[in-house]
């Protein structure tokens, strides 16, 4: 990429369209008539008027807090779900201890390696302090949590039912999930006979739902997983659900914070991560604001965003020798197919210049268009607009990143559910 001059002329044809297929009320975190209001801001005050309210909806994306309880019986797999959940095994620094007994009846919070505003909460188990359900109610104040996640190694009890039933009057989302499901496939392949794995996942679904309906229960949805490979079984389901029951953001945050372990997970998080894009470049200002002449639009705002893209896609350095370890495998084999030079040091305008994105053309996706800037494509889009810049920089680091996530997960994992490829503790 050459100097301001040249960077002119590729901007004044860079932009196309492209066909992408997303639910409009997912591809912004505004709601629609946060998005009116944006559009008649823009018609009175143009983009610095815009600009007030698109930071005031990163600062609240920025300190937004996802708060989730794990909860069961004592040795139900809580903390090994937590510790799965954040990427890692129980030995890791940082993991929460497994397999000891619960002494204590606070719970504990772990915060998520990258993303400190996800924290998940190791609760005291239900039924081991002998203390009354009223009681075990009114200490864990359910209320603080966004979702709880109700475990079961073996069978649900009363008490799980009493405390979804409490959990739900108080406006919360719960989750049975019911853990240790590579166990009870390997006795039942071990006993002999005929073995079908969908026939044994299904009878082990059937027997939580109706031990489940029979505590009253109506109609509960149980997600059957294995903390030592959640690429396994029901995990994608329970994220389904999740992502059905949450709000934008807290969606958002709840797809940022999954461990990288397959590439729709990869793509999802792409996905989300797009959504900012637009608002960083309003942020990055429009024509006349250049604060930095080497790339053309706000250096901080650029880098400070590709960070973000690097950390959320699990390709900065200590979330990369997690996934090694995970996968049992040399961290160098994972670096080693990484394509991207925005992975493994310090990103600084030289490193982004170096890699010429300033002339290639941008990609905006219809739905991005409608949402946000439709009648004002020509001079948001313009000729030296900081914007532009911000916009085509950061959407090519976002593309790069991903393919280079995709290909280290590929690299870890192998092909998705390859049952010869394990993640285990
Ligand atoms: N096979 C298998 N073992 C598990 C699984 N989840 C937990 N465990 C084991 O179950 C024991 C209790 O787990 P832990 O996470 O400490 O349970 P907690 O008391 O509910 O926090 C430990 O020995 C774990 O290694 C799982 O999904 N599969
Ligand atoms: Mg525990």
């Not at 009320?25 to 944006?38: I, M, Q, V, Y």
């Not at 109506?218 to 079984?233: R, T």
């Amino acid at each position: 990429m050459g100097g301001a001059s040249s960077r002119d002329q590729e901007a004044e044809t860079s932009y196309c369209l492209e066909n992408e297929t997303v639910e409009s009320s997912n591809s912004s975190f505004f709601t629609d008539e946060e998005l009116a209001k944006l559009k008649s801001d823009y018609d009175t005050g143009g983009v610095e008027k815009v600009k007030t309210v698109v930071q005031q909806k990163v600062t609240e994306l920025d300190n937004t807090e996802l708060n989730v309880a794990v909860t069961g019986q004592s040795g139900a797999g809580k903390s090994s779900f937590i510790n799965a959940m954040r990427g890692l095994r129980s030995v890791d620094e940082g993991a929460a201890e497994v397999g000891t007994v619960e002494t204590t009846m606070e719970p504990t919070r772990y915060k998520h390696p990258n993303l400190p505003n996800v924290c998940f909460w190791d609760l005291p188990g239900i039924g081991s302090l002998e203390m009354p359900l009223n009681k075990y109610l009114k200490k864990m104040k359910f209320k603080k949590y966004d979702f709880v996640v109700i475990i079961s190694a073996c069978r649900f009890t009363e008490n799980d039912s009493k405390l979804a039933k409490e959990i739900k009057r108080l406006g919360k989302n719960f989750y049975f999930v019911r853990s240790k499901i590579d166990n009870d496939l390997d006795s039942k392949r071990k006993g002999g006979g005929q073995f079908n794995e969908e026939e044994q996942l299904e009878k082990i679904r059937n027997d939580c739902v109706s031990k489940l309906q029979r505590t009253g229960i109506p109609s509960p949805s149980v997600f059957l997983i294995s903390n030592f490979d959640l690429n396994l079984y029901d995990f994608s389901l329970l994220n389904k659900a999740l992502e059905g029951d949450l709000t934008n953001i807290m969606k958002n945050m709840y797809i940022l914070a999954l461990p990288n372990l397959n590439s729709e997970i990869v793509e999802k998080k792409r996905k989300e991560l797009r959504k900012r894009i637009w608002m960083l470049a309003i942020l990055s200002g429009v024509i006349g604001v250049v604060p930095d002449v080497s790339l053309g639009c706000d250096t901080g705002i650029v880098i400070g965003g590709i960070v973000h893209f690097r950390q959320c896609l699990g390709l900065d350095d200590s979330s990369l020798q997690s996934l090694a370890k995970r996968a049992g495998k040399p961290v160098e084999d994972l670096k080693a197919v990484v394509t991207t030079p925005l992975v493994g040091g310090e990103i600084t305008p030289d490193v982004i210049n170096r890699l010429a994105w300033g002339a290639a053309a941008v990609t905006i996706s219809a739905i991005e268009l409608t949402v946000c800037f439709i009648p004002v494509i020509g001079s948001i889009f313009g000729v030296g607009s900081s914007f532009l810049m911000t916009y085509k920089l950061l959407s090519a680091a976002l593309d790069d990143l991903t393919e280079s996530a995709q290909k280290v997960v590929a690299a870890a994992f192998g092909t998705k559910n390859d049952p010869n490829q394990t993640s285990a503790q």
